[in-house]
């Protein structure tokens, strides 16, 4: 069975400075990940993926995200954090057999002024 | 392009009664799938549609139920409420399955 796992409720971090939200996951075979944004009251919006190919993926707002197979990880990053990166982070995965995405817990991320 | 709408945003039920909450798709895209999110138990998969066919279903009682219409539409019913069924419901569609999903503003729930 798929999981995904984010092993932080909350991570803080000083404006300017750079920022990780880690994700971990166990999955049959090759995956698909994701990483969504939730801002208070909102639906989740997609930030990037990984299906294959290159292990640093670009996303939405200066994002990026490593995928690393070996730690099986897809850890979130972003070179400098604005305090309007402040949100709820969530890690998904998909089987590449077409299952159903599943989400990990959240991380809230605390951008300090 | 319209993003996934659902509607109604925000209902208040009491115990025992049912509800049913809409979702109308990105334009094209043929998969709907719904999650509910609450404070404790994070985002849980209920069930997903491709063709008018369910394809997934996560771990939650039959009183959970839900449809896709030939236009993509899709509808989830709950009945006999409980004071746990109080949460965030959340929709969200793909062009085909395996593909992202892309949510909706969702649907505020309250059973009291």
Redesign the interface.
Known sequence: AQSVAQPEDQVNVAEGNPLTVKCTYSVSGNP?L?W?VQYPN?????LL?YITGDNLVKGSYGFEAEFNKSQTSFHLKKPSALVSDSALY?CAV?D?R?????????TRLHILP | KAGVTQTPRYLIKTRGQQVTLSCSPISGHRSVSWYQQTPGQGLQFLFEYFSETQRNKGNFPGRFSGRQFSNSRSEMNVSTLELGDSALYLCASSPTLGNTIYFGEGSWLTVV
């Open positions: 698909y994701f969504y909102r639906g989740l919006q997609f993926k969530f998909r590449i077409g299952d159903k995405i599943i989400f990990g817990k959240g």
